[in-house]
Antibody
Framework: EVQLVESGGGLVQPGGSLRLSCAAS????????MHWVRQAPGKGLVWVSR????????SYADSVKGRFTISRDNAKNSLYLQMDSLRAEDTAVYYC????????WGQGTLVAVSS | QSVLTQPPSASGTPGQRVTISCSGT????????VTWYQHLPGAAPKLLIY???ERPSGVPDRFSGSKSGTSGYLAISGLQSEDEADYYC???????????FGGGTKLTVL
């Protein structure tokens, strides 16, 4: 059974940093592209970033470019999102998703940016 | 403001057929395939349709997708109460070099 479990969310002050993790199991993690997608309270889904299967290629939404960094450790079946210079508008549930089409999703982890 | 445009709401009665539209541009849907997701409150989003009209295993054939020009469509036939959810379309956008989502459509089963 495919499982994606996000962790690392929490309350952080504006300008602060957080590192999200996503633990994957039940599939060959090293063969899958991975994504981060977020959903602000009461709003829709917004794509944040993606990384290819070996970690050599990444893409970011303009809203997070230069502040967020996606990475992966295929030996640990884990995906990461380093979030720096956080803003109030980054407040959202962050989901990790696996596959070219975001075939599989985790339950999400909440990030709240507030003073 | 989402890059892809969906109606904010749709509704139907049990057994009915409902269609949800997703309007884009030449830089996204006009060039790339449309993907659809179902999102129930408190649950993980679920892939419903990929490559315009393909269903992952386990998705009932009541769900179908299509694309015409710069618009995609999700049709749900034989509407059931458990279909009440938010539905999102998505596509790659070559101008933004990223995935773009629609704003979501809240489907109500009356």
């Amino acid at each position: 059974e495919v499982q994606l479990v996000e962790s690392g969310g929490g309350l952080v002050q504006p300008g602060g940093s957080l590192r999200l993790s996503c633990a994957a199991s039940g599939f060959t993690f090293s063969s899958y592209w991975m994504h981060w997608v977020r959903q602000a309270p009461g709003k829709g889904l917004v794509w944040v970033s993606r990384i290819n299967s070996d970690g050599s290629s990444t893409s970011y939404a303009d809203s997070v470019k230069g502040r967020f960094t996606i990475s992966r450790d295929n030996a640990k079946n884990s995906l990461y999102l380093q979030m720096d210079s956080l803003r109030a508008e980054d407040t959202a549930v962050y989901y990790c998703a696996a596959g070219n089409y975001c075939d599989y999703w985790g339950q999400g982890t909440l990030v709240a940016v507030s003073s | 403001q989402s890059v892809l445009t969906q109606p904010p709401s749709a509704s139907g009665t049990p057994g009915q057929r409902v269609t949800i539209s997703c309007s884009g541009t030449s830089s996204n849907i006009g060039t790339y395939a449309v993907t659809w997701y179902q999102h129930l409150p408190g649950a993980a989003p679920k892939l419903l349709i990929y490559t315009n009209n393909e269903r992952p295993s386990g998705v009932p054939d009541r769900f179908s997708g299509s694309k015409s020009g710069t618009s995609g469509y999700l049709a749900i036939s034989g509407l059931q109460s458990e279909d009440e959810a938010d539905y999102y379309c998505a596509a790659w956008d070559n101008s933004l070099s990223g995935w773009v989502f629609g704003g979501g459509t809240k489907l109500t089963v009356l």
